[in-house]
Every structure is written in C-alpha cells, then in structure tokens.
C-alpha cells in the first residue's frame, strides 16, 4: 500500500473509498494529489476484493480546484518544474495532471462513484467527469471557471463533459465560467441525485452495495469498457463486434453458470472470476491513442 499525502483511503465491505484530505485548502488540487490519486485507482485495480470505488472530499468542499498558492506562476510549466509534473513531459509540451488523472479513471476496472459533497471548481469537476455516476449534496456548487482564470479546459473535459451534458450546455459553463449550483447540474444532467449533506455518502454507499451484492465483477469491468470506449466509436458495429466476442468470452466462464443457476434457485449469487485473471481482452482492433 502506498503512502498517501493528500488523500485518504479505505475499504469496507468491497467499497474503496477515496477522499480528498486537504480540508484547510478545500482539497484544491496538487501535482502530489494527482500522484497519490493515480496511485490509489492502482490500488483499487489490483485488489479484487474491491467491487466499486467512491469519491468524495474532506470538510465542507469537494475539490476547489487547483492549488493558487504558487500565484500567477501557478500555470507556468517553463517556471514550475516539479519533478512529478515532468514525467509528464512529452517533446515539449508538459501533460496537463488534470488529464493524467482522468486518462486513469477512465481505464478503471471498478465503477467508480463521485460523491460531490461541495465546491467543486475546476479540475474539481472535471477529474469527476471521468466517474461513471455523480452524486452531489444539495450545497455541492460547480463551476469551469477556465476562462475566467485566461485558461482553456483541461482534464479531456472538452471530450468527457459534451458526452455527458451535450455541446450546448458544456459552451455555456465554459464560456461564462460561472458558478452554479448542484439543482442546475441536476437539471442538465451532469449529476444523478442530490442529497442532504448527512445522506449523501451513505447514497453513495447503498449504490455501491447495490453493485457489489448482486453484480459479477468481471462483468462491470467489461460493461464499463464497454459503454465509455464506445461513447467515441465511428460505427456501432464497432460495439456489436466487441459485444459479440464478449459474450462469446463470458458465456463459457464459471461466472454466467453461477449467475443462471442463481437465478433459478431463487438464492443469491457467488461469482468465482476475478477481473485480476478473467478478464476477457474483446479488444483486438482497440488502439490507444499514445499523447504527442
């Protein structure tokens, strides 16, 4: 298990939970953070016992984006040269961590859960665009706020956040850079639910339980491939033939007799496949785009 510095993280009951642990700065975002968030997301890959992964902040915000202390020069890569940030130099141009981190998640074999518990501006809300379900507290408040600071959209939100909310409304955010609060992302559908800020975690929890009590992990693994690889697809008979090898692949697998069998016996299921070694490769013509 690594050292984490800016995050915390648990498991209970098959659910990793990962929470961001710089209350004092609002959990704004570091180079260290994105290290020890790549880290973690390994973590929760390698350990099958893991079933589903839950984001969420320390304190009173979720994520108020990136860390300001370093003043104007905080964006300047010609005059921050940490050493994490470097391993990201490709040529000459440095990889913005925002996306590194996003680029994990979206490669994550567990489901992973956004719970939005408040501010979450910047970087703050588009690592959470990479997450597969977002849940937010009614004082949860969102904001690309790229614009207003002289910047663009990082993270590969401008890919993530379009597919999730359309091109209208994603310009809108984008170009005024205002706040808004967690009932207009509800509205436009960038979150799921909002919650109290007592019952936000434990809705995250009950979904997370929900996936892990009755779900093959093998199965979520393949069906999150399934559904984000396919969101840039140029034909659905790029999904149809993923699909097909797929079903070909879990048909003859331990877990689909165990999930038939269940059924029928009217008790509940024991998948045996782990996702650390039944994880099926559907992907022979899948090439993942190298950063140049």
Request: proline letters at 6%; hydrophobic letters at 40%.
């Amino acid at each position: 298990m690594p050292t984490f510095e800016t995050i915390l993280y648990d498991v209970t009951g098959g659910i990793a939970t990962i929470t961001l642990n710089r209350p004092d700065r609002l959990n704004a975002f570091t180079t260290q953070m994105m290290v020890d968030m790549i880290a973690a997301f390994d973590v929760s890959d390698a350990d099958d016992a893991v079933r589903a992964v839950i984001v969420t902040g320390a304190g009173r915000g979720f994520c108020a984006g990136a860390d300001l202390a370093g003043g104007g020069d905080t964006f300047d890569r010609n005059t921050r040269q940490e050493a994490a940030r470097e391993e990201g130099r490709v040529g000459d141009v440095v990889r913005d961590g925002g996306g590194r981190l996003t680029m994990r998640i979206f490669e994550s074999l567990k489901p992973v859960i956004a719970a939005c518990n408040g501010p979450a501006v910047g970087v703050g809300v588009t690592m959470q665009l990479a997450m597969d379900i977002r849940l937010a507290s009614t004082q949860a408040r969102y904001g690309f706020v790229f614009a207003r600071r002289g910047l663009n959209p990082e993270a590969a939100s401008s890919w993530f956040l379009p597919h999730l909310v359309g091109p209208q409304t994603a310009l809108e955010w984008c170009f005024t850079g205002r706040v808004f609060p967690a009932s207009e992302a509800k509205e436009k559908g960038l979150v799921r639910s909002l919650h109290e800020p007592d019952e936000l975690l434990p809705a995250a929890q009950a979904l997370a339980r929900e996936i892990a009590d009755n779900t093959a992990p093998v199965s979520v693994a393949l069906t999150r491939q399934l559904i984000w690889r396919m969101a840039g697809a140029r034909h659905p008979m790029e999904a149809h033939m993923a699909d097909s090898r797929g079903i070909q692949y879990r048909g003859a697998q331990r877990d689909v007799r165990e999930g038939v069998n269940s059924f029928l016996e009217k008790r509940a299921p024991a998948f045996p496949d782990k996702v650390s070694a039944d994880l099926p490769d559907i992907w022979p013509q899948y090439d993942v785009p190298t950063f140049r």
